[in-house]
């Protein structure tokens, strides 16, 4: 009997439950487990936009730079009689072609005598005016990367063989989305910088600031060498020296959005937001304050001022 009682007891010590200590340090450990995926989210994110950086803008800003050394205009200019605008050879001065200069000795050499200018040099295809957001230069005949191909200037390697102007990343929700590059000529007064610059295309509100401190350490959208496209000048007495603008948008204001059943119905973007990229997507549409993580974010397209 006292045999069967040792054995009762024995029974009743393993079925009890687990110790307040144990408990705790299940919950800890269960808490640094999703504490940690929750970083590397972050981490491979930076990651990713330090990446879009380095291996794709930077390396763009010296395929410019080096084609500059090598022919002694920038990309699409004159080499006998440079302009010192992208795309050039595509102008006029009083009715004469800008490379032989007819007709151009009653006139100031400024760009403000060139027609023509200011249109964008992007490969391939590239896209038109007005197709992505405010201010979207038209499309030069020029190729950019027959430019480069020509003058011997390596490109970075892009999406692969034919496409070194674009790249692939993932924005925050997990949808894919794609830069591209371009150059253009600014007119005195543009709010995103006057003379040459290398437009990029298809940057969320997060990249966009991230490569904004990166390049001039001002996260401001009409400030720096980098600023975002179709900004308006601050044009009152008291915003003369006043700070600019954040950058627009941010990563709750999906595109390309149904809002009804099927795939019909969309949700309009009613404040026309500068430099906004309504073309991704099904249809142009925006809405703000949703935060489904299926909504592709929306793209910016922003402007960086060459040194030449």
């Not at 800008?98 to 005598?113: E, Y």
């Not at 007005?130 to 020509?150: F, I, P, S």
Request: net charge neutral; hydrophobic share 35%; glycine share 12%.
């Amino acid at each position: 009997m006292k045999k069967m009682h040792s054995f009762r007891g024995l029974g009743r010590k393993v079925q009890q439950g687990f110790t307040l200590v144990e408990l705790a340090i299940v919950l800890a450990v269960i808490g640094l487990i999703i504490g940690a995926v929750a970083i590397a989210k972050d981490v491979q994110r930076n990651a990713e936009y330090q990446k879009a950086v380095n291996k794709f803008a930077y390396q763009w800003k010296m395929a410019y730079d080096q084609y500059y050394q090598r022919t002694g205009v920038v990309v699409g200019d004159c080499q006998q009689a440079p302009t010192y605008m992208v795309d050039g050879t595509e102008t006029s001065i009083n009715g004469g072609n800008a490379c032989t200069r007819a007709g151009s000795m009653n006139v100031p050499g400024i760009p403000a005598s060139f027609t023509d200018r200011g249109r964008k040099i992007c490969s391939g295809q590239g896209y038109a005016a007005n197709t992505v957001g405010t201010g979207d230069a038209a499309l030069a005949t020029a190729n950019l990367r027959e430019l480069m191909t020509r003058a011997g200037v390596r490109m970075p390697p892009g999406r692969g063989e034919g496409h070194e102007d674009r790249f692939l990343y993932i924005d925050s929700n997990g949808n894919p989305a794609e830069l591209q590059v371009c150059f253009q000529f600014n007119d005195a007064g543009v709010a995103s910088g006057a003379g040459n610059v290398m437009v990029i295309r298809g940057l969320t509100p997060d990249l966009a600031r991230f490569m904004d401190q990166v390049i001039d350490g001002k996260p401001d959208s009409r400030e720096g060498r980098f600023r975002i496209q179709g900004r308006l000048q601050q044009t009152a007495a008291n915003q003369a020296n006043a700070p600019g603008n954040q950058w627009e948008a941010n990563n709750t204001q999906g595109v390309a959005i149904n809002v009804g059943s099927g795939n019909s119905t969309q949700m309009n973007n009613s404040d026309a937001r500068a430099g906004i990229d309504n073309n991704s997507g099904s249809a142009a549409g925006t809405v703000t304050g949703r935060t489904f993580d299926e909504d592709q974010v929306i793209l910016l397209t922003a402007h960086w001022i060459m040194e030449q």
